[in-house]
């Protein structure tokens, strides 16, 4: 019978061109409100814009509100707010869970930007602006497809969303709220558009995140700051001292050298890296983007395996002496810095930490005393290619990109992901539609107004081919 399937394709055809009548009838009422939504300088880890962060809550709860969600609330944690909404159709229709964040990083160096960071400005069809792409443009896309879908009738599955303001400083009070709402929570799956595609050309679905382990370290010497030519040669430099610490973490290969540190890490096999090295990428371009002249990193595995599948360890700031105009002759009393792990499975954010303030302790020599302190750490995780969701949102891009997307592993961390797993036994599909050269955490984040059209335009696909896989 070729009946069902040419009305089945008929009727696909008629959602894509509503779809696309109401983002072309509203495209510009579209981008007014996501770039009032990146004046919020809503910066989590400044204190300065606590009354900003508060603002964009609101503003969230109000937009939800607007496009038809029920139960708007914003939700009060010891930090910033959660604000959740919900639109519940049918309780026999699978739940989709929405996660995003209005928080976003610091902007500066504010110098480095072409224009202010929170007055949003069109450039050569990208919007320009701290938050643009993480996570701001991201999520709110999510907003304006349930508009969308209200508006025009093909809800297809009952939808919860929740937007939190402390993604950007590790999400410590999301996880409380997550563990005392559980059956508020209770979904079929958590769609996440906070991640990135290879590019327009190549559509891809991130279906990895790595965890991290962030610690801050202090080098101590002498109980002040000395002339270095009266002490000098004779008193360990606690700057030396941290920079040769530093330096011995990785070997002549580029592995780190933390006794322990890859006990637990699993190993791709050959099948699994051959997928993942056979999505494009250009090394000649990935350099040229960044200016530098030859790649960097553990010996024996490509880019992609080194940024998708094995763990690291970065200086992440690092700090001591005169830093000041001109010159100033002194052997510091004391050297910081930050330093974070990406994680993989099975590697345990507690357990590297652990380790690596063990490793650094021991390694640190006589004349200088150490400390090291763990700030915020999350879990890695994978999640899975072969589930209902994950065919949905396949299925969401093949059409509207005309193209099948790729599974890679993303390099970065949403510490929050692992969490949904353990807490409230969901999994996720990470549906970002951001590009790795959207600048995020940089100056001159961007975020393509052809890509936020497109991810409206593509989001109403998933809920609808996931409604119907499900059954
Ligand atoms: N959206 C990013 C994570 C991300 C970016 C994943 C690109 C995959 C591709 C998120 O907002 C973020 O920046 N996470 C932090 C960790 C957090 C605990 C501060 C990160 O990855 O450094
Ligand atoms: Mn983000
Ligand atoms: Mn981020």
């Given at each position: 019978?070729?009946?069902?399937?040419?009305?089945?394709?008929?009727?696909?055809?008629?959602?894509?061109?509503?779809?696309?009548?109401?983002?072309?009838?509203?495209?510009?009422?579209?981008?007014?409100?996501?770039f009032?939504?990146l004046?919020?300088?809503?910066?989590?880890?400044?204190?300065?814009?606590?009354?900003?962060?508060?603002?964009?809550?609101?503003?969230?709860?109000?937009?939800?509100?607007?496009?038809?969600?029920?139960?708007?609330?914003?939700?009060?944690?010891?930090?910033?707010?959660?604000?959740?909404?919900?639109?519940?159709?049918?309780?026999?229709?699978?739940?989709?869970?929405?996660?995003?964040?209005?928080?976003?990083?610091?902007?500066?160096?504010?110098?480095?930007?072409?224009?202010?960071p929170f007055e949003p400005t069109?450039?050569?069809?990208?919007i320009y602006a701290r938050g643009a792409?993480?996570?701001?443009?991201?999520?709110?896309?999510?907003?304006?497809?349930?508009?969308?879908?209200?508006?025009?009738?093909?809800?297809?599955?009952?939808?919860?969303?929740?937007?939190?303001?402390?993604?950007?400083?590790?999400?410590?009070?999301?996880?409380?709220?997550?563990?005392?709402?559980?059956?508020?929570?209770?979904?079929?799956?958590?769609?996440?558009?906070?991640?990135?595609?290879?590019?327009?050309?190549?559509?891809?679905?991130?279906?990895?995140?790595?965890?991290?382990?962030?610690?801050?370290?202090?080098?101590?010497?002498?109980?002040?700051?000395?002339?270095?030519?009266?002490?000098?040669?004779?008193?360990?430099?606690?700057?030396?001292?941290?920079?040769?610490?530093?330096?011995?973490?990785?070997?002549?290969?580029?592995?780190?050298?933390?006794?322990?540190?890859?006990?637990?890490?699993?190993?791709?096999?050959?099948?699994?890296?051959?997928?993942?090295?056979?999505?494009?990428?250009?090394?000649?371009?990935?350099?040229?983007?960044?200016?530098?002249?030859?790649?960097?990193?553990?010996?024996?595995?490509?880019?992609?395996?080194?940024?998708?599948?094995?763990?690291?360890?970065?200086?992440?700031?690092?700090?001591?002496?005169?830093?000041?105009?001109?010159?100033?002759?002194?052997?510091?009393?004391?050297?910081?810095?930050?330093?974070?792990?990406?994680?993989?499975?099975?590697?345990?954010?507690?357990?590297?930490?652990?380790?690596?303030?063990?490793?650094?302790?021991?390694?640190?020599?006589?004349?200088?005393?150490?400390?090291?302190?763990?700030?915020?750490?999350?879990?890695?995780?994978?999640?899975?290619?072969?589930?209902?969701?994950?065919?949905?949102?396949?299925?969401?891009?093949?059409?509207?990109?005309?193209?099948?997307?790729?599974?890679?592993?993303?390099?970065?961390?949403?510490?929050?992901?692992?969490?949904?797993?353990?807490?409230?036994?969901?999994?996720?599909?990470?549906?970002?539609?951001?590009?790795?050269?959207?600048?995020?955490?940089?100056?001159?984040e961007k975020?393509?107004?052809?890509?936020?059209?497109?991810?409206?335009?593509?989001?109403?696909?998933?809920?609808?081919?996931?409604?119907?896989?499900?059954?």
């Open positions: 019978m070729l009946w069902p399937k040419y009305l089945y394709l008929l009727q696909n055809f008629n959602l894509m061109q509503e779809i696309k009548k109401y983002v072309e009838d509203n495209k510009q009422r579209f981008l007014d409100e996501l009032e939504l004046r919020f300088p809503s910066v989590s880890a400044d204190p300065k814009y606590k009354g900003d962060v508060l603002k964009t809550a609101d503003f969230v709860a109000q937009k939800l509100k607007e496009a038809g969600a029920d139960k708007v609330e914003i939700c009060p944690t010891a930090g910033y707010p959660i604000v959740y909404g919900e639109k519940i159709i049918d309780a026999s229709l699978p739940t989709v869970l929405i996660y995003g964040h209005y928080d976003v990083q610091p902007a500066d160096p504010l110098e480095l930007w072409q224009t202010p069109i450039r050569d069809g990208k792409c993480d996570d701001k443009g991201q999520f709110y896309m999510h907003v304006k497809a349930f508009e969308l879908m209200m508006q025009t009738n093909t809800l297809a599955c009952n939808v919860k969303f929740m937007i939190e303001g402390e993604e950007e400083v590790g999400s410590a009070n999301l996880g409380i709220f997550v563990k005392a709402n559980v059956e508020r929570l209770k979904a079929d799956v958590v769609l996440i558009s906070d991640t990135s595609m290879i590019s327009m050309e190549n559509p891809s679905i991130e279906t990895g995140l790595r965890g991290l382990a962030y610690m801050e370290v202090e080098v101590v010497g002498p109980n002040r700051d000395l002339h270095s030519g009266v002490y000098g040669g004779a008193v360990a430099n606690p700057a030396t001292i941290l920079c040769k610490m530093i330096a011995s973490l990785h070997d002549e290969n580029n592995h780190i050298t933390i006794p322990e540190f890859y006990d637990k890490v699993v190993e791709l096999n050959d099948a699994e890296k051959e997928a993942l090295n056979a999505a494009p990428f250009d090394l000649e371009e990935y350099k040229k983007d960044l200016a530098i002249d030859a790649e960097w990193g553990e010996k024996g595995y490509s880019t992609l395996e080194r940024t998708g599948t094995r763990p690291t360890l970065e200086v992440n700031g690092i700090w001591s002496g005169y830093i000041g105009e001109g010159a100033k002759t002194v052997l510091p009393s004391k050297a910081n810095a930050k330093i974070s792990m990406r994680l993989v499975p099975n590697q345990n954010s507690d357990e590297i930490s652990e380790i690596f303030a063990k490793h650094f302790e021991k390694i640190a020599p006589k004349g200088v005393k150490v400390k090291v302190t763990p700030h915020h750490g999350g879990e890695p995780v994978v999640t899975p290619t072969d589930s209902v969701a994950y065919r949905a949102a396949e299925q969401a891009i093949l059409d509207s990109f005309g193209k099948k997307p790729i599974p890679t592993r993303g390099g970065g961390s949403i510490p929050i992901v692992a969490l949904f797993e353990d807490v409230l036994g969901i999994k996720s599909v990470l549906f970002g539609f951001g590009l790795d050269s959207d600048a995020l955490h940089s100056p001159n975020y393509d107004v052809y890509n936020y059209y497109k991810g409206i335009e593509t989001l109403p696909l998933f809920h609808k081919y996931y409604a119907e896989l499900s059954k």
